[in-house]
Structures are given as C-alpha cells and as structure tokens.
C-alpha cells in the first residue's frame, strides 16, 4: 500500500515538473523592470488573451528551444511571460494585438518578428544578440555617413528625433530590430536634432516638432519617410525599396560656420526659436574672428549712419564763403 502511495506521488512530482518545464514564468510588470536591470539578457513573451492559441505556440518554441537559447546568450538569460501586459504599448508601435517576443541586452529591447518556429527564432536572436543602432552627433555624423560624398560607408537610415518625443522614445525596440535585420547591409542611426545634432538638423531643414524624421542616404542621395506607420515591417520595406517611390533629393553640403550664424539669427527674426546662449558661447569660443566680425556689423552700420546724418547737417566752410562772396557781387 505505501508502496503503490510513493509510485503516485512521484508520478505526480514528475508530471508537475513536465508541466513546468513546458511553461514559461509568468511575471508582472514589476518583476520584469526587476529581471531587466539585473540580468544581461532577458526574453519576454507578451501575450494578449484574445490570442492564445498563437501564445500557445510561441510559448511551446521558446521552452523547447530554452536550453540552446540559454547557450547562446552566455547562460545569463532570463525567459518569461506576461499576460496582457500593458507595457507591450512601449515596444508594440503597430499595437496589432497578437503575441510579441522582445529580447532585452542589457536593458535596451529589440522585437522577435519572424515565426512560431524552433530554428528561425534561435538564429535570429543569436543575430539580434548586439546592439544595432549607432548614436551621431554634429561631429561624427558626415565624417561616418559620408553623406555628401556618396556614402562610400553603405546606405544609411536615421532617425532625427527630439528628447521629449514620446513616440520617439517607443520606436527604440522597432529602430534596433531594423538595425539588426539589416546589419552589414544597411547602417541605421539616430540624431538627437534638438542637442548634440542641432545643425546637422538644421542642414536638412528639420523642424522640431515632437515628431520623428526618418531619412534615407543612398549612392548620394537622400529620400524621407513620409509614412505614418514605424513599425519594424514598414521601415524595413522603405530599406528594401519602397524608398524609390519618394522623390530622389540632393544632399546639401554641411554649413559653414557663417552659415550656421546666419541660419541661427534668421530662425530667431522668424520666431522658429529661441536664441540659445549656450551654442552662441560655443560659437564665440571656436569663431572668435568670426563671431567678433558678425557683432561687429550692425554696430559699423549703426556708426556710418550717424556719421552720414550728421555730414548732411553740418555746413560746408566753403559753401558758406562762395555764398558771401555772390551777395557782395550782387
């Protein structure tokens, strides 16, 4: 009789641990913000419950695939579940409302988007495993774009953003999904146009509206996204070729630091923005003749003015002798 009570128990410890190890752990939202800053890599399954049969299937890959998976990421990786999640909004832009699988590397995410299937998944996420997306700044951007010089460094998408973009800051998963698909064929950047990229942004005529900018560099040429949808798909079809239904634009050269001056002053008259102290001092300290020549302009104008007025209101000493001389003439 004990005998035949072990065999169920342990019949049951064994089917509870099948079970478990078909699952993944389900997590909150707080538990994942946990597990993202203390682990390297985590992978997330965000699962809607009007979905759960496709849920179902990506769940079954993930925990068969789990242990390959942990070998690819260094055995420092974490994979868990969360249902209907809120949070999916932050990586989900197309809010299409099916499964998503997001790869967190040391905090920053990137989106699985390819299918349910064991050899797809494992290779795609050994491919997005590194960061895609490089930063540029004012400094760096043409000396590694090459943009007016044809680009001898390969096509470049990048996104001009503002820091209190919103949505900008959502498209970060999307943006380095498309730079890891794309990785060694085509670079994808970002710029920050209100700050570090400021004239480069105003190079190519940006506003800065809470809105991102998406532009193509291509065999010396530039082509702007002008759709609505950022998405992963979208994005990386605008990549592929969708891009050759917008004009083709020619790349202005980068300004001079005249011409900056000038653009800064004219944005100021037109009201498009403040004057920023901050990047005038940068300019005073790298431009001095310069900046020195550009103050000193209106003050010269303002001189030769008075001293023309002042030259029509003096009398002429000879005049004035010529005019005596007639009268006793006369």
Not at 119 to 142: A, C, H, N, R, T
Not at 291 to 304: D, H, I, R, Y
Not at 307 to 320: A, G, H, Q, T, W
């Amino acid at each position: 009789m004990r005998m035949s009570l072990w065999c169920i128990l342990l019949a049951l410890v064994a089917v509870l641990n099948v079970t478990s190890a078909d699952e993944l752990q389900t997590v909150d939202e707080t538990e994942l913000l946990k597990l993202i800053k203390e682990e390297h890599y985590v992978v997330a399954l965000f699962c809607p419950s009007s979905s759960m049969e496709k849920c179902t299937k990506f769940e079954e890959v993930i925990t068969s695939v789990r242990e390959d998976m942990m070998e690819i990421l260094d055995g420092e990786g974490r994979m868990v579940k969360l249902m209907d999640s809120p949070n999916v909004e932050e990586y989900d832009v197309a809010k299409m409302g099916l499964p998503l699988v997001v790869m967190f590397r040391n905090g920053l995410p990137v989106i699985y988007d390819g299918p349910p299937q064991e050899d797809i998944m494992l290779e795609q996420l050994f491919w997005y495993k590194e960061p895609g997306v490089q930063d540029l700044d004012d400094s760096s951007f043409e000396h590694l774009t090459q943009a007016a010089s044809g680009a001898t460094t390969g096509d470049w998408l990048v996104m001009f953003f503002t820091p209190s973009c919103q949505l900008c800051h959502r498209l970060t998963a999307a943006l380095e999904t498309v730079a890891c698909k794309h990785r060694g064929r085509t670079n994808v950047a970002r710029v920050n146009k209100e700050t570090s990229g400021e004239k480069t942004g105003r190079r190519f005529e940006l506003g800065l509206e809470d809105k991102p900018d998406f532009i193509l560099f291509r065999h010396g040429s530039m082509y702007r996204y002008q759709v609505d949808k950022y998405d992963p798909e979208s994005l990386s079809s605008f990549i592929a070729g969708f891009y050759k239904n917008y004009p083709a634009q020619a790349i202005p050269l980068p300004k001079s630091p005249f011409d900056e001056l000038v653009q800064l002053w004219v944005d100021y008259l037109k009201g498009n923005k403040e004057i920023n102290v901050g990047e005038l001092q940068n300019y005073l300290n790298a431009y001095p003749l310069l900046m020195g020549s550009f103050l000193c302009v209106p003050v010269l104008l303002v001189v030769a003015l008075l001293l023309f007025m002042r030259s029509e209101e003096e009398p002429n000493p000879r005049e004035e002798e010529e005019n005596e001389e007639s009268k006793k003439e006369d």
